[in-house]
């Protein structure tokens, strides 16, 4: 890689973390490094110091069995294997059961529902939102603060918390001021076409206002290309993926940012019918208005409408830096990802704001198992921060590392994919501000979920302009109410 490319992706993953951090919270940090006594497992007579493994005091005789679920999503579960395997060779006393399965969710639900610890999962992706936050306060979640202040496992004396891209830790979820995991790695979301029918037809790759990309989408669909194809079966990759934090960018624009930034995070009613937010559907109804939306999208999914951009058949497509990786098998020779993001805007200096997570994505472990099954567990979940394992994740699954030191090697920075390629090209020439969609506070309570599913099911119909949008808001935010009542009496 040339010195200046180096550069560039360098200056390219500090901006990233650095806009996240920018509107991130600040947690509290619990638990200090355990010292090989407190580390060691729970006998009447502690191990001599040849019997434990010096970087955590646990016992290398005693055998462990640890029960993990695997979600194979988007980035498939090559890189979790190759962690396990990894971890087993090192620590031989410690075997994984394993089950993987893109159902794993509702598996995880089911044995919740059993009430078994022992059937129950001792690892399993998980995260704090308001269906956990139950588990939490039930003492189902253990805390993982402790391992914060330990050192990677590949660089002795750097912490954890230290070792991670800026803003990482600090924008972490906690409940109550603990953290239940810790996070893989990253990803965005966006606008993502084939890079080669771009340029082969001379389109615009990076249009910096509303109207230009207007104008995109009328040459395209002139050529006889469907414009955009999403995912109708699952509409949240249009309003979610592709316009997500468009209210944001609309209320930078109208000077009322502040203000709605501090509402969204507080889930301050209005939310869904917020002046800004009916202004980003209001966008996204006129594209559909206009025709430039794929026929019979409601029938399609996601790797359906993923296809059709790789056939050709359809110019953009919203989604997630995992795409690549994702069709990887499908994907012709020479095929090239290219990233953009839709400006809601006219003026061409304006900030352009795009969805970006890098505070999610970990392993949750459950309280209920033995102290010794715990320990290993947390000692697994540090593993994955080594840039080994980083780098498998980068070149093999599409994820985004979240070692801070990731960029400081070419060769690493080679392994990258090319879809994560092309948004980072993106991110280098444009002015753009990263949003997680993080909500600060957590409502346990049925309405919640009710009201996201009035916009899921009128979703479609407000994407092509066959509804109205400020009924549907305006009773999503009537459904919300209720939860929010819920915890002010």
Partial sequence: MKKNAKLTLVLVFALIMTLVSACGDRGGNEGNSPSPTSAATNTAEQPSQDEV??????????????KIGIDENGYGRAWLDYAIDNFTKKYPNVKFEINASPAIYDMIKTKIAANSDTDMFDLFPGKIDSNSVKLIDAGKYEPIDELWERDVPDVPGLKLKDALLDGVYDNNPRYKGKSYN??????????FFDKKLFEENGWNMNPQTWDEFLQLMETIKAKGVTPIVYAGVYPEYFHTFGFGPKQFEIAEING???????????MTLPKYSSAENIAAWEKMAEIGKKG???????????????MMVLQGK?????????VGNEMKDATPEGFEWGFMTIPVGNDPNQTKWIMSDYTSGGYVVWSGKPDLNKKWAKEFLLSLATLDQQTYMVENAGIFPVRKDFADDAARMEKVQNAPKAVMEYLSKNKVRSESMRIDVVIDHPAVNNATKVIQEAANDLITGKKEIAPVMAKADEVLKEAIDSVSK
Avoid: C
Wanted: aromatic fraction near 10%; avoid cysteine.
């Fill in 314 to 322: 359809a110019a953009l497509v919203p989604t997630g830096d995992w």
């Fill in 53 to 66: 493994y010096p970087e955590n005091g646990l016992s290398k005789t005693e055998q462990v069995s640890l």
């Fill in 182 to 191: 810790v996070p893989v790695g990253g990803y965005t979301t966006g606008w």
């Fill in 256 to 266: 009322t940012l502040d203000k709605l930034l501090t509402d969204f995070r507080s």
């Fill in 292 to 306: 430039y939306v794929a026929n019979g999208v409601a029938a399609i999914n996601h790797t359906q409408s993923q």
